[in-house]
Nanobody
Framework: QLQLVESGGGLVQPGESLRLSCAAS????????IGWFRQAPGTEREGISC????????NYADSVKGRFTIARDNAKNTVYLQMNNLKPEDTAVYYC?????????????????????WGQGTQVTVSS
């Protein structure tokens, strides 16, 4: 199993921004698609974005489209999730996950189950 570590979470006010990082250790991310997921208490896991191994294909859930941007820097072995104009409903634990490709249903709970390697999560809280 690949080791992934998320960072960058925190407490922000509505309208502010955060950038999450997903870093890999002891392996290269170059060959893997990376998905970002989130889960709030009492809710199902939600896929919010997925980026192909090359970075050439990016996907976003409707709930974050236009506000979040996924990007990868393979030289730094890191994938980022830039989150702008954060809203209270974005509050959740955010996870990154790796697999060979972004599956067609990457955004769903079943699509998330396709990903074989997960990080431990980072908490994002949006509150005034």
């Amino acid at each position: 199993q690949l080791q992934l570590v998320e960072s960058g979470g925190g407490l922000v006010q509505p309208g502010e921004s955060l950038r999450l990082s997903c870093a890999a250790s002891r392996f290269t991310l170059d060959y893997y698609a990376i998905g970002w997921f989130r889960q709030a208490p009492g809710t199902e896991r939600e896929g919010i974005s997925c980026i192909s191994s090359s970075g050439g294909v990016t996907n976003y859930a409707d709930s974050v489209k236009g506000r979040f941007t996924i990007a990868r820097d393979n030289a730094k072995n890191t994938v980022y999730l830039q989150m702008n104009n954060l809203k209270p409903e974005d509050t959740a634990v955010y996870y990154c996950a790796a697999e060979i490709v972004c599956p067609p249903d990457w955004y769903s709970d079943s699509g998330g189950a396709y990903f074989g390697s997960w990080g431990q999560g980072t908490q994002v809280t949006v509150s005034s």
